[in-house]
T-cell receptor, first 115, second 111 residues
């Protein structure tokens, strides 16, 4: 079974631009979670989507948004990019055993550099 | 929210040595996973272990949920074991599928 895929793998943008990142979960997984990893803040939860609905969002400004499609693929969007948005963005899909019991599998990440 | 502390933050070993990495968490958890982040940034699943003991080759893990800690053991370390090891949990009261990560242990295995 194919793993989680993320595109693009690398991206360079300038301040003020917007960016869209894509994530395809493992086949059959319907839950997709996004994380941001920076040297200063570590790995932080952005949001989770399940059945095309955002279930929760971490402590990030409204410039960070996302969506999920009916095939469970997810996109995240960052508008009006700031230098501090430079990070590794990781997507995870969840193997759900029950409502609160799950195991996450991560994609290779998208490394975003904002100049 | 739940707090996760990992120790030690850095560990340098000679090839062939054994090591123990620790993860303490501040509340009851439904989920606990150990990951290895490779040099390209991908998080590789090592163990899903909210309680009990598991082994996979040279790696093993133990979680004592009642005492709120987990241990990752690496035996006969190899240079390819180098990288950052993360512990991540989801609190028992959590409603979303979001993991809270520790700060990681940077492991360097010298030849």
């Amino acid at each position: 079974k194919a793993g989680v895929t993320q595109t693009p793998r690398y991206l360079i943008k300038t301040r003020g631009q917007q960016v869209t990142l894509s994530c395809s979960p493992i086949s059959g997984h319907r839950s997709v979670s996004w994380y941001q990893q920076t040297p200063g803040q570590g790995l932080q939860f952005l949001f989770e989507y399940f059945s095309e609905t955002q279930r929760n969002k971490g402590n990030f400004p409204g410039r960070f948004s996302g969506r999920q499609f009916s095939n469970s693929r997810s996109e995240m969007n960052v508008s009006t990019l700031e230098l501090g948005d430079s990070a590794l963005y990781l997507c995870a899909s969840s193997l759900v055993y029950s409502l609160d019991i799950y195991e996450q599998y991560f994609g290779p990440g998208t490394r975003l550099t904002v100049t | 929210g739940i707090q996760v502390e990992q120790s030690p933050p850095d560990l340098i070993l000679q090839e062939g040595a054994n090591s123990t990495l620790r993860c303490n968490f501040s509340d009851s958890v439904n989920n606990l996973q150990w990951f290895h982040q490779n040099p390209w940034g991908q998080l590789i699943n090592l163990f899903y272990i909210p309680s009990g003991t598991k082994q996979n080759g040279r790696l093993s893990a133990t979680t004592v949920a009642t005492e709120r800690y987990s241990l990752l053991y690496i035996s006969s370390s190899q240079t390819t074991d180098s990288g950052v090891y993360f512990c991540a949990v989801n609190g028992a009261s959590g409603s979303a599928r979001q993991l809270t990560f520790g700060s990681g242990t940077q492991l360097t295995v010298l030849p």
